[in-house]
T-cell receptor, first 108, second 113 residues
Framework: AQRVTQPEKLLSVFKGAPVELKCNYS??????LFWYVQYSRQRLQLLLR??SRESIKGFTADLNKGETSFHLKKPFAQEEDSAMYYC??????????FGTGTSLTVIP | GAVVSQHPSWVICKSGTSVKIECRSL??????MFWYRQFPKQSLMLMAT?????????EQGVEKDKFLINHASLTLSTLTVTSAHPEDSSFYIC?????????FGPGTRLTVT
């Protein structure tokens, strides 16, 4: 079955420390994976997608087919990075499977 | 980028009444919109896919007679929670796709007393 798994519900790091939010997927074929972010009191928005290979707000994510992972990383966390992060995998009809989300808190 | 709006942003209603939530794509046309439900500190749960001009497609376990969806135009989809009960209290979010990217509305907080 196609799904994404985010094993960590909560993650706290100190400002300036590296951060990695984990995402594992189950998919037959070549997946196109996304990371969405929801800041406090704001709507869900796209952070990055693996196909574009961009670095957004210092975040990167590499698709590792061997480990079926798409972990989100940032070398130096900032307070404004505190948010809810969702890994997403497209399904048919422009829909998405969303992971359960990881709440990131960056401690000043 | 594309913008999706929702109205109202929050609503309180009494148990047994019905509530309508609107989702609009402001600067693009959306033949398909999606309705999600989000519980506190939990993930988004896809409820249904709203198709312009045809019936909505509901996810397994979602009562279509309770959550009525109408997609009357290319820019508007509505979700009506009928005979609301306190357990229907939740955060309802809609989204629409434009240029292969999904845009989300700000959500509607429904509280049923």
């Amino acid at each position: 079955a196609q799904r994404v798994t985010q094993p960590e519900k909560l993650l706290s790091v100190f400002k300036g420390a590296p951060v990695e939010l984990k995402c594992n997927y189950s998919y037959s074929g070549s997946p196109e994976l996304f990371w969405y972010v929801q800041y406090s009191r704001q709507r869900l928005q796209l952070l990055l997608r693996h196909i574009s290979r961009e670095s957004i707000k210092g975040f990167t994510a590499d698709l590792n087919k061997g480990e079926t992972s798409f972990h989100l990383k940032k070398p130096f966390a900032q307070e404004e990075d505190s948010a809810m992060y969702y890994c997403a995998l497209p399904r048919t009809g422009n829909q998405f499977y969303f992971g359960t989300g990881t709440s990131l808190t960056v401690i000043p | 980028g594309a913008v999706v709006s929702q109205h109202p942003s929050w609503v309180i209603c009494k148990s047994g009444t019905s509530v309508k939530i609107e989702c609009r794509s402001l600067d693009f046309q959306a033949t398909t919109m999606f309705w999600y439900r989000q519980f506190p500190k939990q993930s988004l749960m896809l409820m249904a896919t709203s198709n312009e001009g045809s019936k909505a497609t509901y996810e397994q376990g979602v009562e279509k007679d309770k959550f009525l969806i109408n997609h009357a135009s290319l820019t508007l989809s509505t979700l009506t929670v009928t005979s609301a009960h306190p357990e229907d209290s939740s955060f309802y979010i809609c989204s629409a796709t434009s240029n292969y990217e999904q845009y989300f509305g700000p959500g509607t907080r429904l509280t049923v007393t």
